[in-house]
């Protein structure tokens, strides 16, 4: 069992930045794959963003693609989600989660995911 609590998130003005934080607890936090999705009210779960267990490889949805970065400290137990240059419709409910995995495939489906935090909100205002 891996438990995940985001924190980081607010209100912000567009053109401002967030930094998230996912902490996990419960596992070896490096057996992981980790993700962040963001929901939205009335949208689909949307992919943001994935790092593979050792950090070296990462990936991101096309709506965020040069606007967020995803980084892990697997010393920390801890993933994080820099955002930059916010946008309205970046406003969502933000979740990290977890997928066990030592290789280094990406993953953006999230029914791979098998553990989820509760989210953070994100708000951003025009």
């Known amino acids: 069992q891996v438990h995940l609590v985001e924190s980081g998130g607010g209100l912000v003005q567009a053109g401002g930045s967030l930094r998230l934080s996912c902490a996990a607890s419960?596992?070896?936090?490096?057996?992981?794959?980790m993700g962040w999705f963001r929901q939205a009210p009335r949208k689909e779960r949307e992919f943001v963003a994935a790092?593979?267990?050792?950090?070296?490889?990462?990936y991101y949805g096309d709506s965020v693609k040069g606007r967020v970065a995803i980084s892990r400290n697997n010393a920390m137990n801890t993933t994080f989600l820099q955002m930059n240059s916010l946008k309205p419709e970046d406003t969502a409910n933000y979740s990290c989660?977890?997928?066990?995995?030592?290789?280094?495939?990406?993953?953006?489906?999230?029914?791979?995911?098998?553990?989820w935090g509760q989210g953070t909100q994100v708000t951003v205002s025009s």
């Open positions: 989660a977890a997928r066990p995995s030592t290789s280094v495939i990406i993953t953006t489906t999230p029914g791979s995911y098998g553990y």
């Open positions: 419960g596992r070896t936090f490096s057996d992981y794959a």
């Open positions: 790092i593979s267990w050792n950090g070296r490889r990462t």
